[in-house]
């Protein structure tokens, strides 16, 4: 197809509704249109890809009242340089075209994604915290497990009240509270629910007194004798979306120098929540002389290195980085045998 045909987003904004574009991969948020259709015209990479794919939900609200949300969950296959493979798109479109013929019909709109080899599930969690980010953002009510998560989180029932608490409550709370109760809450939450909520924030860009409450729980973390890597690498999720920021780079810094930091549970949080903190030299550094001596080896060193040379901010720097005359021999022995693999696989 062509890059002036119309495309998806083009094809459903047509048909008279407000489109909107979300990645639920890597991380949950908006996309903007134009960096959008700079994906599907194969003009830009994908911004956020996650295992070399793209994992979309395109939103259509139609113009009239009740404005209730189609929702399509996607998975497309990125090319090596993380850019939309069309054949896909043209399929989807032609999909797109036969269901909204069978609409005119009085068919189900949503027979576009029946057997749809593009079309998934997300997993529960991450269901719950874009219906939570959805609704937030169209000023829609909240779930019927709101208000129960509020008050938990206000302390009422008590800290060790948690187990009644549902995901989708926490996710709907931490989607329309910038300060309290979270800020005061986060200091006294026990280990479970403190992983839920941090899971739910890893997708804003967070400020004020939550980000310093959210920073100061994981100092005390990194603080004690015996070091929870979950609730580390849960409070580094956190605040990964806030992680261009400089205390959070001075956090990650302290992290990165702990002996905890050979975890690749902690990690793989950093490389694959918090990426935007590598783009500091430094950081890169500590980050990967860590991952070439990390507890799992070899094999989830490749992973990481793979996962972020897909992220186009960071893929020239880091293999700058792992080819600089400088750089520490294990890294290079590791970055070696990693490429040695590579050639091996490739056909000759």
């Known amino acids: 197809m062509p890059s002036?045909?119309?495309?998806?987003?083009e094809f459903l904004e047509q048909a008279g509704a407000e489109v909107h574009a979300y990645d639920i991969g890597r991380r949950v948020g908006a996309l903007t249109r134009a960096r959008f259709l700079a994906f599907e015209n194969a003009a830009a990479p994908y911004p956020l890809p996650m295992q070399r794919k793209a994992w979309l939900a395109l939103v259509q609200l139609p113009a009239n009242a009740p404005r209730e949300p189609v929702i399509w969950f996607l998975r497309l296959d990125l090319d090596e340089q993380g850019l939309l493979v069309q054949a896909e798109r043209d399929y989807l479109l032609n999909r797109l075209l036969e269901s909204a013929?069978?609409?005119?019909?009085?068919?189900d709109p949503q027979a576009f994604l029946q057997d749809n080899p593009y079309a998934f599930t997300p997993r529960e969690d991450r269901m719950a915290l874009f219906h939570a980010l959805l609704s937030a953002r169209l000023e829609l009510p909240p779930s019927r497990f709101y208000r129960h998560a509020l008050d938990y989180f206000c302390g009422t029932p008590g800290w060790d009240q948690w187990s009644f608490v549902g995901y989708q409550g926490i996710a709907d709370v931490a989607c329309r509270h910038d300060d309290e109760p979270l800020t005061t809450a986060i200091g006294h939450l026990p280990p479970e629910p403190l992983v839920a909520l941090c899971h739910c924030l890893e997708s804003r860009v967070l400020d004020g007194p939550l980000l310093a409450a959210l920073n100061q729980r994981l100092l005390r973390t990194l603080s004690e004798n015996h070091t929870d890597t979950a609730v580390l690498a849960a409070l580094i999720r956190g605040l990964s979306a806030s992680s261009h920021s400089g205390s959070v780079k001075t956090t990650l810094a302290k992290v990165l120098a702990h002996p905890v930091a050979s975890n690749i549970e902690i990690l793989a949080a950093i490389s694959g929540r918090a990426w935007e903190s590598l783009g500091d030299t430094g950081l890169l550094q500590a980050?990967?002389?860590?991952?070439?001596?990390?507890?799992?080896?070899?094999?989830?060193?490749?992973?990481?290195i793979s996962d972020l040379l897909s992220l186009a901010m960071l893929a020239g720097p880091l293999r700058e980085a792992l080819r600089a005359p400088d750089q520490s021999p294990e890294v290079r022995e590791a970055f070696d045998r990693m490429s040695g693999q590579q050639d091996k696989q490739r056909p000759h």
């Open 4 to 9: 002036n045909a119309i495309t998806l987003f």
């Open 101 to 107: 013929q069978a609409q005119t019909q009085g068919s």
């Open 287 to 304: 980050y990967l002389q860590r991952l070439a001596g990390n507890d799992h080896g070899q094999a989830a060193f490749e992973h990481c």
